[in-house]
């Protein structure tokens, strides 16, 4: 008899962080996004531009971990908003550059706001020092599944982190397929 592979999902760490994922997405597209007629890629990359405006396309990509040709979709949108410019760089044609736009900011500063506090609610009751330990973890693990995928986690844009994982799917499907059975 064999016996079943058992996993305890209620302590499966991907399954956690997802579940508190969803339900940051969940209340702050509702309660929040939803207002200013904005997704959550739109505003992974007008947090991003928050933080240093006036960055390439595709270190905008690398920052959200947003796929190159679905941002350049996303930001379309946004420049259509009025929110972001995007335009060609001074320095080197081929690159694009993405900036807020003044109207851009003013959403921002009704927007920041509300994340704050939605992380501020997720991490009611939970000591500042455990995390610390939350977040360098989930850099870490971030850093680990990276290398595994044989990619640099501080450069690599999606698409490439994309391909990678792809051709990782791939040989493993390849080696279940060679596996005896």
Avoid: C
């Amino acid at each position: 008899m064999t016996t079943r592979p058992r996993l305890d999902f209620s302590e499966y760490l991907p399954y956690l962080i997802n579940r508190v994922g969803w339900l940051l997405v969940i209340d702050f597209g509702q309660n929040t996004l939803a207002r200013h007629h904005l997704s959550i890629a739109m505003w992974r990359v007008l947090a991003v531009l928050a933080n240093e405006d006036g960055q390439r396309q595709i270190d905008v990509a690398a920052r959200t971990s947003i796929d190159v040709s679905t941002l350049s979709r996303v930001v379309t949108r946004l420049v259509k908003m009025g929110l972001v410019t995007r335009t060609r760089s001074a320095t080197n044609s081929r690159e694009v550059v993405v900036r807020l736009t003044p109207k851009g900011a003013a959403v921002l500063a009704r927007v920041i706001p509300h994340a704050i506090a939605l992380e501020r609610t997720a991490m009611a009751g939970v000591p500042a020092k455990d995390l610390g330990v939350v977040r360098r973890s989930l850099r870490r693990m971030y850093q680990n599944l990276a290398a595994s995928a044989g990619i640099d986690a501080r450069s690599a844009a999606p698409a490439v982190r994309a391909a990678a994982a792809s051709v990782a799917s791939s040989r493993r499907r390849r080696a279940r397929e060679r596996a005896p059975r």
